[in-house]
């Protein structure tokens, strides 16, 4: 890492562009969502009856948007990897447990009551199942190990993704124990890398 570096800078302001924006969206979503649900309590959201709510379509895309740019899935993916040019203390923390895993959580935690749709299935099996390629494809290509860990990361977060959006809670538990298995190995492995 050095600061001076004009690929190390130009990675942390994509970081922080890509997910604020994205942020933004997700606050928008959950507003909305607020507002149709009748509620900010999320108990009482996941509860209502919000996919036959007029703005059911807008609230899903803002939660996507914002979820998909949290866990780096396509078109959003490029940020991670560029982020690895950070110190090592800060590239295992972006993508072993916590960042990346807020959209992942936020879209298991929303699924009750944003799935089971064709708008939630088709959103997030296709850019799930589009990122976990374009993960498994790059990866191999990449000599910098922290780089190949990184996509390695996308890959992986595809998969999650594209479990979430199996109908009937049918990815739902093995998409738990990917998250977990992955938060206790990815970090150790960019620790080791760095």
């Not at 803002?62 to 590239?91: E, I, R, Y």
Request: proline share 6%; hydrophobic share 50%.
């Amino acid at each position: 890492f050095d600061g001076a570096k004009p690929e190390a800078r130009k990675g942390a302001a994509q970081a922080l562009v890509i997910t604020g924006g994205g942020g933004l969206a997700l606050f928008v979503g959950i507003v909305l969502m607020g507002f149709a649900g009748g509620s900010f309590d999320l108990a009482q959201i996941l509860q209502a009856p919000l996919r036959d709510h007029p703005h059911y379509t807008a609230i899903t895309v803002l939660v996507l948007v914002g979820c998909f740019t949290k866990s780096a899935q396509v078109p959003f993916h490029f940020w991670l990897p560029g982020g690895m040019t950070a110190p090592t203390p800060a590239s295992t923390y972006l993508p072993s447990a916590t960042m990346v895993k807020a959209g992942i959580y936020l879209l298991a935690r929303l699924y009750p009551t944003l799935g089971e749709t064709d708008l939630w299935l088709t959103a997030l099996v296709s850019a799930g199942a589009i990122t976990m390629l374009v993960g498994a494809i790059n990866a191999p290509f990449k000599r910098d190990l922290k780089a190949l860990l990184a996509y390695a990361t996308v890959s992986w977060l595809g998969a999650l993704v594209m479990l979430l959006g199996l109908p009937h809670y049918e990815g739902y538990m093995a998409a738990m124990v990917g998250i977990l298995g992955h938060a206790l190995y990815k970090s150790p492995l960019f620790m080791i890398a760095g």
